[in-house]
């Protein structure tokens, strides 16, 4: 089903009553219908959805001029909204009270409305103007945005509310946000002024700052607790080993201040040299919290280049509540793949509570109970295996696969009632996620779409209503949304919804031409592009299986594609081909590991070769080593997913451990010889 089988219910919405939407926005709207529109409107439905195309580009470019010239050629179609929003947005800065006010009126109810509110809040908060920000943020439904949530708690303490918890709430706020903010830095200064937050709190986000390289972030916090060393951040930062060997840094406070800062980012770099420097001048120059988060720091970036004296530098930590998660969490797979159970549950016993609920930790925390002597560790890592035990993630299926369980296929749930049906095919919102994800708009109609199922009412759908909305995504081939609306419910699982295969006769078919497991190219299909037939990444991998088009080439000229023209990559069948064909050589090459070629398909078949020499390692514990996030993401969702598919398409239990396999280290002898030019 494309655009013209939502135009209709649409159009009864906008195009042939726009007045009525604006003045009732929760209209109900017409069924769901197939029902073709005459040729002249299609042909002005097509004009305005060009419009509307080339006002996101004017958008992006800022161009208000265009964006106002173009606004009347979308007045009455089914997205006028974010053509409104996007020409108002242009310009808010300009704006004034009533323009924003009729905005806010004309969109009540729909996403643009609290789109824009939000935006609105945010200047509102960047001129301090407290008062007119309480009057906006009544209204504000989405609460998703820190920054507001910052200006909103500073306001409240403002006006005299007692809230005991505030510096907390306003420091997790803010160590949380990956980027500078106004809000929360604005709100946390306050605090710091009158004494509320410490000193080494605010270094604590300028260690953040240091720690995800975001110069911003550093600067934000030390222009709070020590501005006469704002002149030196950008040479700690970008030159930390000129920084680091200036006579000055010893001497002058200011310099002094951003040692450990500058030490964290030279081992980013170079962790021998970091350590070096740290033994040789700096370690006993340093307070105990910074000598610990500085080696944590080294041992990190140790891990990460998989070096065998990560675990030296982690030992040097007096405390481990002075790192940072990730710190920690690179601190657990070195003593992971050290065998050092002790060393993983300290480890885990230092994260935050977020973080040790996180299901990675639960899972390794248990092994490590398990691995000692202790009966009553032992009952209590059956405790927390259970409590995490499913049949979809990663480590749910481990913990599943530890209990003695399998992965198999669950029944559905209760069909959907018409009723149910038809409040997801008249939810305008939904309707318009839809249109625009057809119409090229994916990005506006992707947020749309979440904010009707998650945000526009407190705390979402309900598990029924969610998978009456993914029945529709599906019913349009709107994979993406059909599979993540669906993973949101909490009572009930439709492995229907989360795990379609679209394609079936084309990926079956070509999967065993070439001997490969239809259920592990269905898992990583779902990991790549979620079905998305013209999905293309950041990087200009494209299509189904997103092919980068050098692969693409090359590939071809292997299987004997002698007419293949790089606009061919985003055929279904040609896509399908070439995809299949390198996962079946990278599957060749390494000996038929899962986990190696998944990694080689995402990060190139070099970084596998050389992440597997070292220790050989519990498959699981290799897995969770993977120095890239992306790539260890990847290649434990595509694991996870090829287990709930080869359930469903074999018809039998399914176990994780089967795929994953049971130890990887360095080649043998019997293994293939490599591809030398396999891209």
């Given at each position: 089903m494309r655009l013209a089988t939502i135009l209709t219910p649409l159009c009864a919405l906008s195009c042939l009553a726009a007045p009525a939407l604006q003045a009732q926005p929760a209209l109900q709207v017409a069924a769901l219908s197939p029902a073709a529109t005459s040729?002249?409107?299609?042909?002005?439905?097509?004009?305005g959805d060009a419009a509307l195309l080339e006002m996101r580009a004017a958008f992006t470019a800022k161009d208000t001029t265009r964006l106002s010239r173009l606004l009347p050629a979308v007045q009455g179609h089914p997205l006028e909204g974010w053509a409104a929003y996007w020409e108002l947005t242009a310009r808010l800065r300009e704006a004034q009270r009533p323009e924003v006010d009729a905005f806010l009126a004309r969109w009540r109810g729909t996403y643009y409305e609290d789109r824009l509110r939000n935006d609105w809040l945010l200047l509102l908060g960047q001129r301090r103007a407290w008062s007119e920000f309480a009057h906006y943020h009544q209204g504000f439904r989405m609460q998703d945005d820190a920054q507001v949530q910052c200006y909103s708690l500073l306001i409240d303490d403002i006006q005299g509310q007692s809230l005991p918890d505030l510096p907390e709430h306003l420091l997790s706020l803010w160590w949380g946000q990956r980027n500078?903010?106004?809000?929360c830095t604005h709100a946390v200064s306050e605090l710091y002024a009158d004494g509320r937050?410490?000193?080494?709190?605010i270094w604590q986000r300028a260690r953040i700052g240091a720690h995800?390289?975001?110069?911003?972030?550093?600067?934000?916090?030390?222009?709070?607790?020590?501005?006469?060393?704002?002149?030196?951040?950008?040479?700690?930062?970008?030159?930390?080993?000129?920084?680091?060997?200036?006579?000055?840094?010893?001497?002058?406070?200011?310099?002094?201040?951003l040692v450990p800062l500058a030490l964290a980012r030279l081992a980013s770099n170079d962790f021998a040299d970091a350590a070096a420097r740290m033994e040789a001048r700096w370690s006993a120059k340093l307070t105990p919290a910074e000598r610990d988060w500085v080696w944590g720091a080294i041992g990190r970036w140790a891990g990460i280049r998989l070096s065998p004296s990560a675990a030296g530098y982690f030992a040097k930590v007096g405390d481990d509540g002075n790192l940072l998660d990730e710190q920690l969490q690179w601190k657990v797979r070195t003593a992971l793949r050290a065998g050092n159970w002790t060393a993983v549950g300290k480890a885990i016993d230092a994260m935050s509570p977020e973080g040790q609920r996180e299901s990675a930790w639960v899972y390794w925390r248990a092994r490590a109970l398990l691995a000692g002597q202790d009966a009553a560790g032992h009952a209590t890592a059956e405790r927390m295996l259970q409590g995490i035990a499913g049949l979809t993630g990663f480590y749910e299926q481990m913990a599943y696969h530890w209990l003695g369980g399998k992965v198999a296929v669950l029944p559905e749930p209760d069909p959907l009632s018409e009723d149910e049906k038809a409040r997801a095919r008249t939810n305008p919102a939904l309707l318009?996620?839809?249109?625009?994800?057809?119409?090229?708009?994916?990005?506006?109609?992707?947020?749309?779409?979440?904010?009707?199922?998650?945000?526009?009412?407190a705390g979402g759908m309900s598990d029924r209503e969610l998978l009456a909305a993914a029945d529709l995504a599906c019913q349009h081939e709107v994979?993406?949304?059909?599979?993540?609306?669906?993973?949101?419910?909490?009572?009930?699982?439709?492995?229907?919804?989360?795990?379609?295969?679209p394609f079936r006769e084309a990926v079956v078919q070509r999967s065993e031409e070439i001997a490969l497991d239809p259920a592990y190219v269905y898992g990583l299909i779902r990991q790549e592009s979620r079905f998305i037939m013209d999905a293309r990444s950041s990087v200009g991998a494209s299509g189904l299986m997103q092919i980068m088009p050098a692969t693409a080439r090359w590939t071809a000229g292997k299987i004997g594609l002698t007419d293949f023209k790089p606009g061919d990559i985003n055929d279904k069948q040609t896509n399908i081909a070439i995809g299949t064909a390198y996962l079946k050589l990278a599957l060749d090459e390494f000996a038929g590991s899962m986990p190696l070629a998944a990694a080689a398909y995402n990060a190139g078949p070099g970084r596998p070769r050389n992440w597997r020499n070292g220790p050989t390692l519990?498959?699981?514990?290799?897995?969770?080593?993977?120095?890239?996030?992306?790539?260890?993401?990847?290649?434990?969702?595509?694991?996870?997913n090829a287990t709930v598919y080869g359930a469903i398409l074999s018809g039998q239990p399914q176990s994780l451990q089967a795929r994953l396999g049971s130890t990887i280290g360095p080649r043998s002898a019997a293994d293939p010889v490599a591809v030398a030019d396999l891209p």
């Open positions: 040729p002249a409107a299609q042909a002005a439905q097509a004009a500078a903010d106004d809000g937050i410490k000193a080494d709190q995800n390289n975001r110069p911003a972030v550093v600067r934000s916090a030390v222009q709070i607790v020590a501005p006469q060393s704002l002149a030196h951040v950008a040479n700690a930062m970008d030159k930390s080993s000129a920084f680091l060997n200036n006579k000055a840094t010893e001497t002058d406070p200011a310099r002094r201040a318009r996620g839809i249109y625009a994800i057809q119409a090229g708009l994916r990005s506006e109609g992707v947020r749309e779409w979440n904010y009707a199922t998650n945000l526009h009412e994979w993406d949304r059909c599979i993540n609306t669906s993973e949101r419910t909490r009572s009930v699982t439709s492995f229907a919804q989360r795990y379609p295969m519990d498959a699981a514990i290799w897995a969770e080593n993977i120095p890239f996030n992306e790539t260890r993401d990847y290649v434990q969702k595509v694991l996870a």
